[in-house]
């Protein structure tokens, strides 16, 4: 069983950074992509930033040039470092790991930019 565990949110004020960390039961490079996505109060989840196995990351619009994901495959963890966050940047942002057609989920942590 997939586990994973995110960790890194927090308050923070408009214009701060926060780092996400969400570390895996497994060698995340055994994944066919790891992802980063979020869900404000009231609407839909949506991707944020993908990282595919031996590919190119790509971003949602709205975070790019600010939001970067990478891994560390000794330790089993992805990122996702956030830059000049925006209040609309708040939700709880999730870790989610593809694997042959199986997508499986963090618990999710609460991001919050004050203005």
């Known amino acids: 069983q997939v586990q994973l565990v995110e960790s890194g949110g927090g308050l923070v004020q408009a214009g701060g950074s926060l780092r996400l960390s969400c570390a895996a039961s497994d060698s995340i490079f055994s994944f066919n992509a790891m992802n980063w996505f979020r869900q404000a109060p009231g609407k839909q989840r949506e991707l944020v930033a993908v990282m595919p196995s031996g590919g190119t990351p790509s971003y949602l619009n709205s975070v790019k040039g600010r939001f970067t994901i990478s891994g560390d495959n000794a330790k089993n963890t992805v990122y996702l470092q956030m830059n000049s966050l925006k209040p609309e940047d708040t939700a709880v942002y999730y870790c989610?790991?593809?694997?042959?057609?199986?997508?499986?989920w963090g618990q999710g942590t609460q991001v919050t930019v004050s203005s």
């Open positions: 989610a790991a593809d694997l042959f057609g199986s997508r499986y």
